[in-house]
T-cell receptor
Framework: RKEVEQDPGPFNVPEGATVAFNCTYS??????FFWYRQDCRKEPKLLMS???SGNEDGRFTAQLNRASQYISLLIRDSKLSDSATYLC?????????????????FGKGTKLSVKP | DVKVTQSSRYLVKRTGEKVFLECVQD?????MFWYRQDPGLGLRLIYF???????EKGDIPEGYSVSREKKERFSLILESASTNQTSMYLC???????????????FGPGTRLTVL
């Protein structure tokens, strides 16, 4: 199993649709989870952190399922401006990185295209 | 607001040249990272540093070296550039997390390097 996996998409949805992305991770000891948004030819930008209890920010909801080792991102009422690639990130195994806890493992991203 | 800057947005070099990519962050972050991003391969960690003069290899360190002489600055060096190092290079920084988690990484705008 790869450390972090996402469906690459693309997800093509009409405006106003609800769309959900999942991201599975292999390290059961992971403590930190994030969703990033990356526009074409730009850097990834933090969309939201994912908390154990789940969290919501406007039209965006993030959830964590520790038992099944996945995180999810739900986007309601999709806008054209939501078109982007969404990357999940999970903290890596410290033993793989010189004992450092500071690393994130990124998924390859899921591309979302919202159409009029 | 966290600000991570990179010295160049676009760079064209010739095979065999020595290339320096500079990254500066203004938020007093302990951790700094260099990634490359290629279509279909996602973000891959080259090197990271969790303190001044400290460095750790990431997943693909071959052909690269790094330097961190000051806390705010992290340099990536291609000793002898090759065509397979043509890529988007992204720098990131984060705070040192407390406990077993990992803090959010903030990215610079990226340097698109072409090696001819």
């Amino acid at each position: 199993r790869k450390e972090v996996e996402q469906d690459p998409g693309p997800f093509n949805v009409p405006e106003g649709a609800t769309v959900a992305f999942n991201c599975t991770y292999s390290n059961s000891a992971s403590q930190s989870f994030f969703w990033y948004r990356q526009d074409c030819r730009k850097e990834p930008k933090l969309l939201m952190s994912v908390y154990s209890s789940g969290n919501e920010d406007g039209r965006f909801t993030a959830q964590l399922n520790r038992a099944s080792q996945y995180i999810s991102l739900l986007i309601r009422d999709s806008k054209l401006s939501d078109s982007a690639t969404y990357l999940c990130a999970v903290n890596g195994r410290a033993e793989n990185y010189g004992g450092s806890q500071g690393n994130l493992i990124f998924g390859k991203g899921t591309k979302l295209s919202v159409k009029p | 607001d966290v600000k991570v800057t990179q010295s160049s947005r676009y760079l064209v070099k010739r095979t065999g040249e020595k290339v320096f990519l500079e990254c500066v962050q203004d938020m007093d972050h302990e951790n700094m990272f260099w990634y490359r991003q290629d279509p279909g391969l996602g973000l891959r960690l080259i090197y990271f540093s969790y303190d001044v003069k400290m460095k750790e290899k990431g997943d693909i360190p071959e052909g690269y070296s790094v330097s961190r002489e000051k806390k705010e600055r992290f340099s990536l060096i291609l000793e002898s550039a090759s065509t397979n190092q043509t890529s988007m290079y992204l720098c990131a920084s984060s705070l040192r997390a407390v406990g077993s988690g990992t803090d959010t990484q903030y990215f610079g705008p990226g340097t698109r390097l072409t090696v001819l």
